[in-house]
């Protein structure tokens, strides 16, 4: 247990629909990152938040947007979905704003018909 | 050609082999390096970290980073079946997100 939580663990919804993805991070842990995970294009980095602001952008569609709470929460929207955005999404969080020992939630299993 | 590439497997061993893992990289500023598992359908685990060139061992785990040849490796000792799993490379230049890559990984079997 990477002391990550990650909620819902499976969330399926349909094309067009809007959905929210919560994470907890690792008491203690100020930075939070967000991950796509599919079969054809692997982990791909979409979003850092560091103490509450934004500190780095990755792959993120403009569909797509987050934010992290004073109580270091975060959460991930992803609105006007598509088939494409069927995916495993995970979440990360580091001690401080270096990336290099990151600790990954459990993962949402996201599915949509 | 990837930024990071890794052979995708699947890599199937028997129980108590030298499994060897590798990736190689095309960008010169990665500094860090990193090897996460990941079990089927779990979050990757953070098993080693190393900076720059050199060798990190943890019990049957070492890393080894060659910067000159842009080549990273992942030995693991006495496989386990336990040791079964998706290895994932991972390299970051410390630019807050913006060279911060993972490699598709490699599955690994073994068997019993």
């Known amino acids: 247990d990477s002391g990550v939580t990650q909620t819902p663990k499976h969330l399926i919804t349909a094309t067009g629909q809007r959905v929210t993805l919560r994470c907890s991070p690792r008491?203690?842990?100020?930075?939070v990152y967000w991950y796509q995970q599919s079969l054809d294009q692997g982990l791909q980095f979409l979003i850092q938040?560091?103490?509450?602001?934004?500190?780095a952008k990755g792959n993120i569609l403009e569909r797509f947007s987050a934010q992290q709470f004073p109580d270091l929460h975060s959460e991930l929207n992803l609105s006007s979905l598509e088939l494409g955005d069927s995916a495993l999404y995970f979440c990360?969080?580091?001690?401080?704003?270096?990336?290099?020992?990151?600790?990954f939630g459990p993962g949402t299993r996201l599915l949509v018909l | 050609q990837k930024e990071v590439e890794q052979d995708p497997g699947p890599l199937s061993v028997p129980e108590g082999a030298i499994v060897s893992l590798n990736c190689t990289y095309s960008n010169s500023a990665f500094q860090y390096f990193m090897w996460y598992r990941q079990y089927s359908r779990k979050g990757p685990e953070l098993l080693m970290y190393t900076y720059s060139s050199g060798n990190k061992e943890d019990g049957r785990f070492t890393a080894q980073v060659d910067k000159s040849s842009k080549y990273i490796s992942l030995f693991i000792r006495d496989s386990q079946p336990s040791d079964s799993a998706t290895y994932l490379c991972?390299?970051?230049?410390?630019?807050?997100?913006?060279?911060?890559?993972f490699g598709p990984g490699t599955r690994l079997s073994v068997l019993p």
């Open positions: 990360a969080s580091s001690e401080g704003t270096s990336e290099e020992t990151q600790y």
């Open positions: 938040y560091y103490n509450g602001e934004e500190r």
């Open positions: 008491s203690g842990d100020l930075s």
């Open positions: 991972a390299m970051s230049a410390r630019n807050y997100g913006q060279n911060f890559v």
